[in-house]
């Protein structure tokens, strides 16, 4: 199983930006699907990104033309750039690895990371 940690996040204004970052440490077999979901206070974790080992991308409608997922597989890395933040981005971001099944379940997800705090202001 994969370690995976997360940083990057913090309070910013809405219509800033944020980069997250996932480090991932193993084997890279199962870091071929890695991805991006997040909880916000009172809900339910929800997908947001996945990138492919050949670097195919996948959105969540409600980030889509705001958020970039990318990836530097020889440093085992992945990124998730966060542009025009709004108050209902603020959530815990959890970066996830070894994909099993519906990339935007999170029952498909092996591994995931403690999770970083990004907090938008109004």
């Known amino acids: 199983q994969e370690q995976l940690v997360e940083s990057g996040g913090g309070l910013v204004q809405a219509g800033g930006s944020l980069r997250l970052s996932c480090a991932a440490s193993g084997g890279t077999s199962s870091t071929a699907n890695m991805g991006w979901f997040r909880q916000a206070p009172g809900k339910e974790r929800e997908f947001v990104a996945r990138i492919t080992w050949s670097g195919a991308t996948y959105y969540t409608d409600s980030v889509r033309g705001r958020f970039t997922i990318s990836r530097d597989s020889r440093k085992n890395t992945m990124f998730l750039q966060i542009n025009s933040l709004k108050p209902e981005d603020t959530a815990v971001y959890y970066c996830?690895?070894?994909?099993?099944?519906?990339?935007?379940?999170?029952?498909?997800?092996?591994?995931w990371g403690q999770g970083t705090q990004v907090t938008v202001s109004s």
């Open positions: 996830v690895a070894g994909l099993r099944g519906s990339y935007n379940s999170t029952d498909s997800w092996n591994s």
